[in-house]
């Protein structure tokens, strides 16, 4: 029904330790302007541990990623659901790795 | 025989399955997580457990998943809920290239490998309108509990629009519909139209395959996995009965078993080099 255009692989991702396995500074180390171009793609909007899981998932996957706070970017949809959340809500950007 | 557990710690429920050797179900349990994660956890598993007839001391091996898996201090190791997921879906359905995964919180969907391994994925925007909150928060606008969903859907004729943009909206669209004289039924069937309409946006956004194969707890009513169904061309699988509410948990329960083999294996090659 819908075609396949971007092949990543990965391995299962098991982890051992009882705190998170994740790359927390891939939130932090990322640039919040332009969030798209340069191969970035808009992935989803995200907050807490969802976040933390989507960015290791991503990571697993063999992407690049950035986060781009929610309030920043130029956002038409209703943000109601998470105006008031004491996560900020961060919306993910992915791109294949340019190695 | 190797027995294993998965335990899926999920946002509104917790889930454990218990597998043999062979990948056969002994035993599955699930309660609702709440806020203490580990005592449910816990709690879930000694009650899966009894269900198989079976004492702490026979489990060989735990795998935990979902979004609180990290809080299950007693597991082997944890996976990815997406991981468990997948290795679930292509037991059940080896054919399986695509999953969809409806939950109390999230909408995630996968594209998979011919191994079962995950290869893209994507997930709704923070926002209750892609979820089975949505649904949750439609019934009760009404009177109704989630159990009584499903019955409620069997007796609608027609869907009613619900925008679904927003769950927080679609109270004021409820009571519209409900003074209009509507049916709860028929506002029930349109707020799952409208999940459904989501859930082919997030599959068109993967760019998913076939075969599709369908789990978590929304699934349970059939009126949503046949409202897919219907607007697909492909072949949709759908675990049977309240497996659909499973397969994360059994994906991780014969994980573990694999897990167990490969250990196995490394400790024959040791002792053969020893």
Same mark, same amino acid.
């Given at each position: 029904m819908f075609s396949a255009d971007d092949e990543h692989s990965a391995s299962d991702s098991i982890g051992k330790g009882n705190k998170p396995d994740v790359p927390t500074s891939a939130a932090k180390s990322c640039p919040t302007d332009t969030p798209e171009?340069?191969?970035?793609?808009?992935?989803?909007?995200?907050?807490?541990?969802?976040?933390?899981e989507a960015l290791e998932t991503y990571c697993f996957l063999g992407l690049e990623v950035k986060t781009v706070p929610l309030k920043e970017m130029n956002c038409d949809g209703c943000t109601?659901?998470?105006?008031?959340?004491?996560?900020?809500?961060?919306?993910?950007?992915?791109?294949?790795?340019?190695? | 025989m190797s027995?294993?557990?998965?335990?899926?710690?999920?946002?509104?429920?917790?889930?454990?399955?218990?597998?043999?050797? $062979?990948?056969?179900?002994?035993?599955?349990?699930?309660?609702?997580?709440?806020?203490?994660l580990l005592q449910v956890a816990t709690a879930t598993l000694e009650s899966c457990i009894k269900k198989a007839g079976l004492n702490r001391e026979d489990i060989n091996y735990i795998i935990a998943t979902g979004i609180g898996r990290h809080q299950v201090t007693f597991k082997d190791v944890h996976v990815t809920d997406l991981t468990a997921s997948a290795r679930g879906a292509g037991y059940l359905f080896p054919n399986t290239r695509s999953v969809l995964d409806v939950g109390g919180q999230t909408m995630k969907a996968s594209r998979v490998d011919e191994n079962s391994k995950?290869?893209?994925?994507r997930m709704n925007d923070k926002c209750a309108a892609g979820t089975g909150a949505f649904l949750e928060k439609t019934a009760r606008y009404m009177g109704f509990e989630t159990e009584e969903i499903g019955p409620l859907l069997s007796t609608s004729r027609e869907p009613v629009p619900i925008s679904g943009?927003?769950?927080?909206?679609?109270?004021?669209?409820?009571?519209?519909?409900?003074?209009?004289?509507?049916?709860?039924?028929? +506002?029930?069937?349109?707020a799952i139209t409208s999940l459904v309409e989501r859930c082919l946006q997030l599959l068109r956004? +993967?760019?998913?395959?076939?075969?599709?194969?369908?789990?978590?707890g929304i699934l349970r009513f059939e009126a949503m996995a046949k409202s897919i169904g219907d607007q697909v061309d492909v072949k949709v699988n759908v675990p049977a009965d309240d497996i659909v509410q499973f397969v994360t948990a059994f994906g991780a329960? +014969?994980?573990? $078993?694999?897990?167990?083999?490969?250990?196995?294996?490394? $400790?024959?090659?040791?002792?053969?080099?020893?």
């Open positions: 171009g340069e191969g970035w793609k808009q992935q989803f909007s995200c907050s807490g541990d969802r976040l933390k109601l659901c998470f105006d008031n959340e004491a996560d900020e809500t961060m919306m993910i950007f992915t791109r294949a790795k340019s190695d | 027995i294993t557990a998965g335990i899926d710690v999920g946002s509104t429920y917790t889930k454990v399955v218990i597998v043999n050797d $062979q990948g056969e179900i002994l035993a599955r349990e699930l309660r609702p997580t709440g806020f203490k995950v290869s893209s994925f943009v927003c769950a927080v909206f679609a109270e004021s669209e409820v009571i519209n519909h409900l003074s209009l004289g509507t049916p709860p039924a028929d +506002i029930m069937l349109g956004r +993967i760019k998913a395959e076939p075969e599709f194969t369908l789990i978590g329960a +014969i994980l573990g $078993q694999r897990r167990l083999k490969k250990l196995a294996e490394e $400790q024959a090659l040791e002792a053969s080099a020893g």
